[in-house]
């Protein structure tokens, strides 16, 4: 069984930085993509960041391009979101997940990914 494991998430002020980690585990763990999600209080989830696995082209929502990076390190099975110039409106749980064997629809549909993690909440403020 596959298991994504976050952490990094905290209370930080407007204009800090966060780096979140996501450490997969599991024998069969072999994605195609791996990415990040988020949902504030109150609001719809909403895709944040995606990876693909092998080659490492990444894929941003426009919300949040110039300022989350994604990366990943393939030998220690990690997915890592480096969050620069935090706003309030940031505030929210981030999940992890991974897509490898459900239809694809997209790297930004949440359909798309087979597994996810528990969430790492980030609060900003301001």
């Known amino acids: 069984q596959v298991q994504l494991v976050e952490s990094g998430g905290g209370l930080v002020q407007a204009g800090d930085s966060l780096r979140l980690s996501c450490a997969a585990s599991?024998?069969?763990?072999?994605?195609?993509?791996m990415g990040w999600f988020r949902q504030a209080p109150g609001k719809e989830r909403e895709f944040v960041a995606a990876i693909r696995w092998s080659g490492g082209s990444t894929y941003y929502a426009d919300s949040v391009k110039g300022r989350f990076t994604i990366s990943r390190d393939n030998a220690k099975n990690k997915v890592y979101l480096q969050i620069d110039s935090l706003k309030p409106e940031d505030t929210a749980a981030y999940s992890c997940?991974?897509?490898?064997?459900?239809?694809?629809?997209?790297?930004?549909?949440?359909?798309?990914?087979?597994?996810w993690g528990q969430g790492t909440q980030v609060t900003v403020s301001s």
């Open positions: 599991g024998r069969t763990f072999s994605p195609s993509f």
């Open positions: 997940v991974a897509a490898q064997f459900k239809i694809w629809r997209g790297y930004a549909n949440p359909d798309t990914y087979d597994y």
